[in-house]
């Protein structure tokens, strides 16, 4: 018998030391029958996709408050390419300007979360995105 | 998955490709009758190295000890790939696995491969398919394979009918020596590591161990115990040399001391089918009587005694 589980990266790159958000995220997918890997903080866009690929993750989600996102997102993007991982696919969260948002999607970020958004919209979104692939 | 992608991707794992490694890991752990058809030359291949089992209550340090074990390994040239089980919850099935934290300083490194994996409810809280990765870790050709699993319920038992090594990492603050025997960690394990040796207490649990290796020769007679500090990497080349005599050990007497453990595992697995199979019956067939205890209307022992009928049909093999 095959099991559906979802696995997801969540990731916290950078210098933002501020994972509260992350691992609220975190307990709110474990809570929805999700299999979450966070890797701590600081992790370089390297260490992330490193990291994605052995876990084998359906998808990364990566929380960004530094206003770093318009380097860190793409590296993303480019380095799973790199590795012939682009089965893993990507959404955000955090501190991002809504022009930004845009951007991000046209890069071919699934989806960004902005503080405030309700855990259920990112649980809902998983499921949809994820399991209904 | 369709054939030709399965195709590339054993065809990506003889090479040595990371990522076709980590995706066929997955499919593994998905277990369709075709992967398994099709994976099965891969397990084959397997050289049947020895393993190492990291077991031991929560909080113990296992993680960070693992850390220390794989920069130890890899000083020396090897290749280690580490399996890290952590519990699901079995409630909404989904788990937070968070063991790679403590491995950060390795993410890089292309001579370490690391797998969380979630229990998933299996009984033993050691997953089915902890143990077929672990096959095709070894067939892929890496030197050490570690694997990690939270010490409660049965997953001790698991972990040793895998692991050749078994660590139990016990910590001063967890309780004293008489944990180790009640939770049967003194026949699973081959190592014992007192972690966290600077804490008040490390020094005295250590003796406490080693007298019960006293009590229980004819058990404990090839078991080692330790100290250490992960954090600060002490104790580590000590371990490493205790993993290799338990290697050489193994080796030269061709005995593992696993006999009772298998018995034990066997029973387990045999007891955990027949416990859901009765458990499922009594509550469709005398839900009344189920609803009696509950409310306290009638103890368990009373109850017993009027479902003497239904446990002797069941052994009898006969159905309602």
């Known amino acids: ?133 | 998955m369709k054939n030709p992608a399965l195709k590339n991707l054993v065809q990506g794992f003889w090479r040595k490709d990371r990522t076709s490694l980590a995706r066929i890991l997955t499919l593994a752990e998905k277990n369709t009758a075709e992967s398994r058809r099709r994976l099965s030359p891969l397990y084959e291949r397997a050289r049947g190295i020895k393993k190492i089992g990291i077991t031991g209550p929560p909080g113990g340090g296992k993680s960070t000890l693992i850390n220390c074990l794989i920069r130890s390994f890899r000083a020396r040239g090897q290749t280690v790939a580490c399996v890290l089980v952590d519990p699901s919850s079995p409630i909404s099935g989904g788990a937070v696995l968070g063991d790679r934290i403590r491995m950060q300083e390795h993410f890089l490194d292309p001579g370490v491969f690391l797998r969380s994996v979630a229990s998933r409810c299996e009984p033993g809280g050691l997953s089915r398919s902890a143990i077929e990765m672990t096959l095709l870790l070894d067939a892929f050709g890496m030197d050490e394979i570690i694997i990690e699993t939270v010490g409660v319920g049965q997953s001790e038992i698991e972990v040793a009918g895998i692991a050749e090594t078994v660590l139990v990492v016990l910590t001063p603050e967890a309780g004293d020596a008489v944990q180790v025997l009640k939770a049967g960690l003194l026949e699973v394990g081959d190592i014992f590591i007192i972690n966290k040796m600077d804490r008040p207490g490390a020094q005295a649990l250590y003796y406490e161990i080693s007298a019960m290796f006293g009590d229980y020769r004819s058990l404990a007679a090839h078991k080692k115990v330790l100290m250490a500090s992960a954090l600060e990497n002490k104790g580590i080349e000590e371990l490493v040399g205790a993993i290799g005599e338990h290697r050489q050990y193994l080796d030269q007497t061709g005995q593992d001391g696993r006999r009772e453990l298998r018995m034990r595992h066997l029973l387990e697995l045999v007891m955990n089918r027949f416990r859901s199979e009765l458990a499922q019956k009594l509550l469709k067939e005398h839900p009344g009587l189920v609803e009696e205890v509950c409310s306290a209307r009638l103890s368990p022992h009373q109850a017993l005694k009027k479902l003497e009928g239904l446990i002797k049909k069941m052994l009898k093999g006969r159905s309602r």
């Not at chain 1, 696995?7 to 994972?19: E, F, N, Q, T, Y």
């Not at chain 1, 997918?29 to 299999?35: K, P, S, T, V």
């Not at chain 1, 970020?109 to 399991?131: C, M, Q, W, Y």
């Open chain 1, 1 to 133: 018998m095959g099991s559906e589980k979802i696995r997801i990266l969540v990731a916290k790159p950078g210098l933002d030391g501020h994972d509260r958000g992350a691992k609220v995220v975190a307990r709110a997918l474990r809570d929805a029958g999700f299999e979450v890997i966070y890797t701590g903080l600081h992790q370089t866009p390297e260490m992330i996709v490193e990291s994605a690929v052995q876990e084998d993750v359906d998808i990364i989600g990566i929380s960004i408050l530094s206003g770093a996102h318009m380097t860190v997102f793409p590296e993303v993007l480019k380095l799973l390419k790199k590795k012939k991982a682009g089965h893993i696919k990507v959404f955000g969260g955090g501190i991002i300007p809504r022009d930004d948002v845009k951007k991000l999607k046209a890069m071919g970020v699934l989806e960004i979360f902005l503080s405030g958004t309700n855990t259920d919209s990112i649980v809902e979104f998983g499921k949809k995105k994820i399991a209904g692939k």
